[in-house]
Each structure stands twice: as C-alpha cells, then as structure tokens.
C-alpha cells in the first residue's frame, strides 16, 4: 500500500535520540521492510538519507515556526506566559497544510491510499488530509497527550487542544494504541472500542547479534571489572531515577564492585547528580549522558542488570520501548511491577518485579541478581526469547497493517494497485503470535 505517515509535533524530530523519536523512525522503516511506499510529512527534517522513507513535499516551507518565534519573544519581552506560542506551531501548521495541498492538487502524485498520524496537540492535519484524499484515517496514539500536558507541564489552550484530540479520535476509522490499558482510557471517554487496535512497542533484537561480548563492551566504558547496573532513559520525574540511585546507595555497601551506569538526559539530571553527590555516590554512578540511538546497544549490552524503575503511576498506560530493548540486549531486567510490563515480563520467568516505588524491594533483587550469575543468564535469555518472539518492530508494524485493513474495508476504498504489494501481510520470519 502507499500510506502517507504524519507527526505533527514539533517535539519529535525524525532524527531525534528520545522515544518517541526511535518509535517514528522504527515503526515507519518496519512498514517499508514490509514493501508498503510510505513517505513522512513532519515540520520537522528527516529522518535522514540513510532511512527508506520518502518525504511528503510541499513547495516552501512553513512558517509556523518563525512566526510562533517571534511571537514567543513578543510575549517574553512583556514577563507573559510563552506557552500560547508553543501551541501557535502545530496550529499554523495544519493550516500551512491544507492550504499548500488545495493550492497545488498535484494530479501526477498518486494519492496514498491510507493516512496513518501520530497523535499530536493541536494536530488536524490527518484529518483534513484523509478527507482531501478520501481515504482512511488511522491515529496512532501513544499516551493521552492533552491529559499529560496538563498533568506534568503547563499547556495553554487547553480546552481548544481537548477538543481538537477527541474529534481527531472520534473521525478516526480506527486506532492503534500501544497498551490495553491506553485503550481502556480512550474507551473511558466514549470512543468505539470495535476501532481500537493494541500495538506495543518493540525492539530490534537482530542489532545485538553482531555486538562484542558483554566483557569487551564494559572495557570500552572503562568498566571492566565492575558489576554494572544500568538505565537508559529520559531523566524525568516518572522513570523512578532518584529511587534506583535510593536502592543503589544501599546495595553498592555489599557490593563495592558495582557501578551504576545512567545514560540520558532530562530536567531531572540536576537533581539527580546532587543526590548522587549527597550519597556520596560520585565515584560509583556515570552519568554517561544523551547517546544517538544507534549506540544504545553497546551500552546495555555493557551491562548485567538493567532496570526500569519507574514511579508508581495511577493510569500506567505506557508501552516503555526501555523495556523492550533491556530484553532485547540479553540484560537480566528489573522493573517496577505495573501496566503492560506486568503483562510482557512474568516474574522470576524473564524478569524480576517489584512494588512501583519500594527501595527496600528493588535493593533486595539487586541484592539477589548480584549473587548469581545463572540467575541473571537464565532471566536475560528467557527476556531475549520473548521480545524476538513477541515485540519486534516488525510485529508491530504488521499489527498496524491489520489495523490500516480493517480501516481501508469498512470505508470500502479500493487501494492503489499500482503501488501495493500482493494482497496479504506476510509473517514477519522473527514473530510468532502470542498465546
């Protein structure tokens, strides 16, 4: 199929280091492999010559980020709140878009035959585009955006960018979402549970076939001989940092072999390095900062124990890519007992849970991981198995296919057959369906 991909968040650039950046980048090249032409309109450059997708082109180029910057200064320079600016973007991008499209109806440019966009604040772009192309809509969502902005930071136009989500996921024909329990969310608020497809996020386990050995990996770092305990991650408030540093200050008195290893970067790095300094940790925790993407392998496959400790959370409806490459590197994993990664790691089987939030737990598994190497081989390799079996990109990216289907035989449109492959998505070689 030819499937026209949209993010319109000027938060996610293609060629981004966080996740939501690798899962654009992951999840579209997964299609591609699948032999669907897909191309990628974003505000934002990328994701760069050496990835498959094309670039959905405009002539010119939109304005919205210099006009929103010159009325962010405007604001500044009056002590007024700048975040109306931040929402001006995405704005004036939808309608940079539709008026570019209405203005040049390229008759040479085959229409895609589905519109796949992420869930963005303030986005109507897939809307206007599949209505211009008539062809299905399929949104993406990978968290309640609107709630979060209100939760964790200060969202201006709140109550323009509610109603712009809800009719985005109400127009939608179908939905995939990364967690059963982001479903039951968006179902709370009165969408179509029948549209709703649940896509986890996944990992690409074949990088890690070609990697040096664990030993070899630690010594490039400058940790050879050390017992690594390692996270990879955004520092913010809800990955549970400050609580693993917590546990670490217990377990490294039994362990003075140990170094924890912090790799990312995030409004809580400042925090973070004063507790560390307070705990008088400086000489046993790294914080390695921000890494490209592409080197994350080599990093957790420097380590024995990854964990994922993130903080207890009411409405845990993540679907933590971490979580999936921790498994992916062969790293025995740790993680905070709640949502899906309850559902995808089973206790003492491919991993180890505890209590969201309990230091005296989370000491005690590193206590127990440290003091057994078959433990931590047996739960590293049984964590391997269930991510190439079950988590892979490429399953997620034929599990939005199902989805893209169903959406393209209920609207009744007949696909280019000038562009699609046979009928049919085959099976990716490294997937096998859950039980």
Known sequence: MRLLYVCNDFGIPPTGTKGASVHLRAITRALVEFGHDVELLSPKDGPGADHPVGCFSLPGRSPAKQVAGRLKRWLSDRGLDEGVARALRPLLFNEWVDDQTSQHDDTDRPRPDAV?????????????????????????????????????????????????????????????????????????????????????????????????????????????????????????????????????????????????????????????KSLVERLNLTRSVVFHGAVAHDDVPALLQAVDVAVAPFQPVKDFYFSPIKLFEYMASGACVIASNLGQIAEVIVDDANGLLYDAGDVVQLTALLDRVHTSQDLRDRLGAAGYATVHDRFTWARAARDTMDAVDTAVRRRGVQPDRRTVEPAGISKPADSVTPS
């Not at 969502?141 to 712009?164: D, F, H």
């Not at 982001?182 to 996944?202: C, S």
Request: proline share 5%.
């Open 116 to 272: 796949i966009e992420r869930l963005a604040m303030f986005s109507h772009v897939g809307i206007d585009l599949a209505d211009r192309f008539d062809v299905p809509l399929v949104v993406e969502v990978n968290a309640p955006i609107t709630q979060e902005a209100c939760t964790y930071r200060s969202s201006s136009l709140q109550t323009l960018a509610a109603e712009i989500e809800h009719r985005v996921l109400e127009r939608a024909d179908a939905l995939t979402v990364v967690s059963a329990q982001l479903a039951d969310h968006i179902v709370a608020r009165g969408i179509d549970r029948g549209k709703i497809h649940v896509v986890p996020n996944g990992a690409n386990a074949s990088v890690y076939a070609d990697l040096p050995p664990r030993e070899v990996c630690r010594e490039a770092l400058g940790l050879d001989g050390r017992f690594v305990i390692g996270f990879v991650g955004s520092l913010k408030p809800w990955h549970g940092v400050d609580l693993l540093i917590e546990a670490f200050d217990d377990f490294v008195k039994r362990a003075p072999e140990a170094t924890l290893l912090i790799v990312g970067t995030g409004p809580q790095e400042g925090q973070l």
